[in-house]
């Protein structure tokens, strides 16, 4: 494992403890979208479906059970805990699953590696990996206050997509490492999502104002 | 296999 990968797993890990510390600890989900979380659930339980059959390596059984585990413990929370419920802005967070969901299983349908039930389901939950910041960003932009830990958990999520291009980039180099084209596009289109709210996020940090992104 | 080399990844 690369200096890159491990960076990148250890910033996806802060995101989500980030986002676990808001929940748990202020029991405020404000400005946190449920349908992106949601799908973030959908997408580590259809691309772990070997995670009890296929053994890479402690550390890697270690770092799924996490992601799984936070991910719907988030869900559960925003949907179950009592206090945390009240904080979630619904009326703002109108984003519709389905635009994404049915669109992304369909291109994994047509667009894959090879045509097995656990195959699709893995291009899948990249194709919806890639899409599934979209309800935040937008929640984000309807949201005029940006609190920091949200701010936090934004861009902690769009720097561990960024050091995982930069750990493609080191692997391809280093190790004749089979180019995985849908991985790459997809993982591409996911880093450039971000590029938007990076812009303003280092704007807001340079001149140590609040961060607000345009309507 | 050459296709499983990038499962390896999270």
Known sequence: MNIFRLAGDMTHLASVLVLLLKIHTIKSCAGVSLKTQELYALVFATRYLDIFTHFISIYNTLMKLIFLGSSFSIVWYMRRHKIVRRSYDKEQDTFRHLFLILPCFLLALVINERFTFKEVMWTFSLYLEAVAILPQLVLLQRTRNIDNLTGQYVFLLGGYRALYILNWIYRYFTEQHFVHWITWISGLVQTLLYADFFYYYFHSWKNNEKLQLPA | ?10
């Open chain 2, 1 to 10: 296999s050459s296709n499983d080399d990038v499962k390896d990844e999270l």
